[in-house]
């Protein structure tokens, strides 16, 4: 299906603003289209489909949120505004307050100049294929209206930070609180600056924020998920217990402790799923391609069956789905909790790795203890154009050598970027001495 897409990506549109995709044109088609392609799929049901349109802090997001309002309301569809609020809160809305859809405006993680647009379905989960699919062909046709007694009509939804803060409060046992916890929030000046503080205050922590005085530029800069250094020394600098760390649009999440160590979507995943085993077993666990090998053996060992998706929360997503699994992420901080949300979630993913904490009665590092972490090695080797670096004989013959070397001790990955011309050669290894020199063992046979 994916090859039959001109616009939409693995999560919906992204680019440059001002760019091809992401300006104010195409956002009015892709809002008009979005709108014929839901009210077609909202069928015969009572009254006329209705959307959601959430954003994060970036400056370009006024102009797509009034391009894509006034296309969904030529097309027929009312429209909520939930004004700036986290990624993983649309998905939440669109499924509380029974909608047709959602619309994210976001370009998570990326700096301030790009954005992007995606959608959720009624059930606060990717939109089917086949939705997918009309609104790629709706864009094809011209720009139209309904008449006027049947145009969309707007209303602004003035308490959505509040429920999206109960929804993540929810998450947390009721039996529990965080009383006497010190904690840092960096909310990367992006969507959560005003809900994440809220959480954690409420539930009885004492909270220092960071990250949390957007001004349309400063999106994810030097702050968040992407810079988690600059939590470490909020952290040291305040004596709290914790540092979490969200990024722009607060669906990823990494964790700090009062050493000033970071904790990566593996550790955190696996900090989760021990909790989780307290309570019962744990079918299984997702991950991805770039999953340290060091969690795979660690749920090995403990007789969790472990799978890779490749790299990307959606494709997480669908693997759990497809075994029947709650628990997945990645290291990058995505991580997923089936049991509580319908997608990634970093406020709701740190709650549940405070719950573990609260119930173990131990700190992070203690809890995640018995995880060895190996060491990743990464090597990027420029691909010319048109090179068959799958065919080429003398790169197959070094990996085959180098995993024949590390069988059970590590575990080699070789796959091309899908944003620049280089293929990307990564090894782990118990010992990274062996990992870096396998890792260049690699890159020269490609260039020999």
Known sequence: MSQQRKYFGTDGVRGEVGGPVINAGFA???????GRALASAHGNRAGRAKVLIGKDTRISGYMIESALEAGLAAAGVDIVLAGPIPTPAVAYLTR??????GIVISASHNP?????IKFFSAEGMKLPDQVELRIEAELDNPLG?????????ARRLDDAQGRYIEFCKSTFPNDLDLSGMRLVIDAAHGAAYNTAPHVFRELGAEVHVIGASPD??????????????ALAQEVAKQHTDLGIALDGDADRLLMVDGTGRVYDG????????RSRMAAGPVAGVAGTLMTNYGLELRLKELGIPFARAKVGDRYVLELLNER????GGENSGHLLCLDQHTTGDGTIAALQVLTALRRGGMPLAQWVGDLRMFPQVMINVPLKPGQDWQSHAGLAAARD???AELAGKGRVLIRASGTEPKLRLMVEAQDETVAQSSARRLADALSA
Request: hydrophobic share 45%.
């Open 28 to 34: 009015l088609r892709l809002g008009y289209a979005a």
């Open 145 to 153: 209206c309904v008449s006027s007694g049947e145009l969309g009509r």
């Open 96 to 101: 509380a307050l029974r909608l047709t859809a």
């Open 401 to 403: 050598a180098v995993e």
């Open 112 to 116: 301030y100049h790009d954005n992007g």
């Open 216 to 229: 349309g530029f400063n999106i994810n800069k030097d702050v968040g998920a992407m810079h988690p250094q």
């Open 266 to 273: 593996d550790e955190l995943l696996y900090a989760i799923v």
């Open 324 to 327: 029947g699994w709650l628990y």
